[in-house]
């Protein structure tokens, strides 16, 4: 398993509307040395099935579940634990990135 340079932590929660735009502009960053981790909060919209979209079709992205609701803070945490990359940002899952973003923070 290869660690990735940067860890960009998702935490979600009924975000079904804005994710994909956010996970869209994660996907075509050209910095390409990252993982995604979207970590649902229990969402009772279609976020979970948003995150599982990009999970099943780029390698990059994982989606994480809570069982039970656990908050912003707590649920940032969780997402956090799931890093693995050397350095780590947070993405709200309602925002987007320019496409060098990621290389510049690099």
Same mark, same amino acid.
């Given at each position: 398993?290869?660690?990735?340079?940067? +860890?960009?932590?998702?935490?979600? #929660?009924? /975000?079904? !509307?804005?994710?994909?735009?956010?996970?869209? +502009?994660?996907?075509?960053?050209? #910095?390409? /040395?990252? !993982?995604?981790?979207?970590?649902?909060?229990? +969402?009772?919209?279609a976020t979970r099935d948003v995150a599982k979209h990009y999970a099943q079709s780029d390698a990059r992205f994982r989606l994480v579940t809570n069982e039970q609701n656990l908050g912003m803070t707590r649920n940032?945490?969780?997402?956090?634990?799931?890093?693995?990359?050397?350095?780590?940002?947070?993405?709200?899952?309602?925002?987007?990135?320019?496409?060098?973003?990621?290389?510049?923070?690099?």
């Amino acid at each position: 398993m290869n660690t990735p340079r940067i +860890s960009v932590l998702v935490p979600a #929660f009924n /975000d079904a !509307e804005f994710l994909p735009q956010g996970l869209e +502009s994660l996907r075509t960053q050209s #910095f390409t /040395d990252f !993982e995604v981790i979207v970590s649902d909060d229990c +969402s009772s919209d279609a976020t979970r099935d948003v995150a599982k979209h990009y999970a099943q079709s780029d390698a990059r992205f994982r989606l994480v579940t809570n069982e039970q609701n656990l908050g912003m803070t707590r649920n940032w945490n969780r997402a956090l634990r799931e890093a693995r990359g050397t350095f780590v940002v947070k993405l709200d899952a309602d925002d987007a990135l320019r496409q060098d973003a990621l290389r510049a923070l690099a």
